[in-house]
């Protein structure tokens, strides 16, 4: 079974940083991309951030120079790292891995920023 564990979500105020990780099972191979999407209260889920297996990063316009995707491939792990965080950031954030043998999905990790 593959398997994605997401940790790191919680509480912050404005203006403050948190760090999503996001480890995926060993068996996952063949890997294209891994992104994180979010969905927020009221709206569609949406993309985050993504990463390339070339490297390649693209960001929603509403993160970018915020937020940082990136990747540990020896722990087969994706980070997220959220700066200057705004209560419209407040969502459940999910992981994604792309690969050959399907598109995989973690459980989501709520972040919430209090003004």
């Known amino acids: 079974q593959v398997q994605l564990v997401e940790s790191g979500g919680g509480l912050v105020q404005a203006g403050g940083s948190l760090r999503l990780s996001c480890a995926f099972s060993r068996s996952i191979f063949s890997s294209y991309s891994m992104g994180w999407y979010r969905r927020a209260p009221g709206k569609q889920r949406e993309l985050v951030a993504a990463?390339?297996?070339?490297?390649?990063?693209n960001y929603a316009d509403s993160v970018k120079g915020r937020f940082t995707i990136s990747t540990n491939n020896a722990k087969n792990t994706v980070y997220l790292q959220m700066n200057s965080l705004q209560p419209e950031d407040t969502a459940v954030y999910y992981c994604?891995?792309?690969?050959?043998?399907?598109?995989?999905w973690g459980q989501g990790t709520q972040v919430t920023v209090s003004s």
């Open positions: 994604n891995v792309q690969s050959s043998g399907g598109s995989y």
């Open positions: 990463i390339s297996s070339g490297g390649i990063t």
